[in-house]
């Protein structure tokens, strides 16, 4: 099932920030920002990017070989999903919370204990914040 940026953007908001329920698609093409959210109360706002966690063709395989993702696949397709979006400002990146589209999404547990590596290369990809977003609030998790 594909999911808009928009909807998971919405997910998320309903998890991790609540107080942030004006939110919007930003149309500009080339733009870090894919959704935009305001606190109407303090007109604070939130500036996320979306991306996939699985490749396009990652479903079909899913089907015909009937299998789950383990830790030892989840974490290189999170990387994966990083370089997909290195080539953004680093000083724009810092006020961006990217979220990463895992839907249905997986429980924490399945990515163990995280590495120091592991977790260097998610603090090196210049991110405020990296969120997995999966379809229930205990697939959703914040990674940094």
């Given amino acids: 099932t594909e999911h808009s940026e928009l909807e998971i953007a919405r997910k998320f908001i309903e998890i991790a920030y609540p107080e942030y329920q004006n939110i919007k698609k930003n149309n500009e093409e080339s733009s870090l920002v894919d959704v935009l959210a305001v606190n109407d109360s303090t007109n604070e706002s939130l ?52 979220l990463i ?26 991110y405020k914040e990296i969120w997995l977003v999966g379809s229930l609030e205990q697939l959703t998790f914040r990674l940094i």
């Fill in 101 to 126: 589209d895992s839907w249905p999404g997986f429980d924490e547990a399945t990515l163990g204990n995280l590495s120091e590596e592991f977790k260097n290369k998610l603090l090196n990809a210049g």
């Fill in 47 to 98: 500036l996320m990017q979306v991306t996939k966690l699985y490749p396009a063709d990652f479903w079909k395989e899913l089907h015909t070989i009937n299998k789950v993702e383990t830790q030892q696949e989840v974490k290189p397709l999170i990387l994966k999903a990083l370089e997909r979006k290195h080539n953004f400002d680093w000083g724009e990146k810092k006020k961006v919370i990217l």
